[in-house]
């Protein structure tokens, strides 16, 4: 089994800053891409930020200049910084990665973290 599990959403007020946090744990051989997404209520699910194995990174252009994907450490963890946070940031925030495990590459999901910003 893999487990993925978000951390650091709560309620700031505009302009504020979040790290969010992804730890991946289980039966991982290796972790290739990994990404975060968002779904605010009404919405569709969007990328917002993606980081491959190899370190490269894209973000989605609304959050451009703002938020920074990175990995930690171990590897098996994945941060997003999130600066000069606005409303319609507001969202339940998941995180996807691709991992081998047994010869096998699947995708798995988070659970979510909500992030709300509010003045």
């Known amino acids: 089994q893999v487990q993925l599990v978000e951390s650091g959403g709560g309620l700031v007020q505009p302009g504020g800053s979040l790290r969010l946090s992804c730890a991946a744990s289980?039966?991982?051989?290796?972790?290739?891409?990994v990404a975060w997404y968002r779904q605010a209520p009404g919405k569709q699910r969007e990328l917002v930020a993606s980081i491959r194995e190899t370190g490269g990174s894209s973000y989605v252009d609304s959050v451009k200049g703002r938020f920074t994907i990175s990995r930690g450490t171990t590897k098996n963890t994945v941060f997003l910084q999130m600066n000069s946070l606005k409303p319609e940031d507001t969202a339940v925030y998941y995180c996807?990665?691709?991992?081998?495990?047994?010869?096998?590459?699947?995708?798995?999901w988070g659970q979510g973290t909500q992030v709300t910003i509010s003045s």
């Open positions: 289980g039966d991982i051989f290796k972790i290739f891409d």
């Open positions: 996807a990665a691709e991992v081998m495990r047994f010869g096998n590459r699947n995708t798995y």
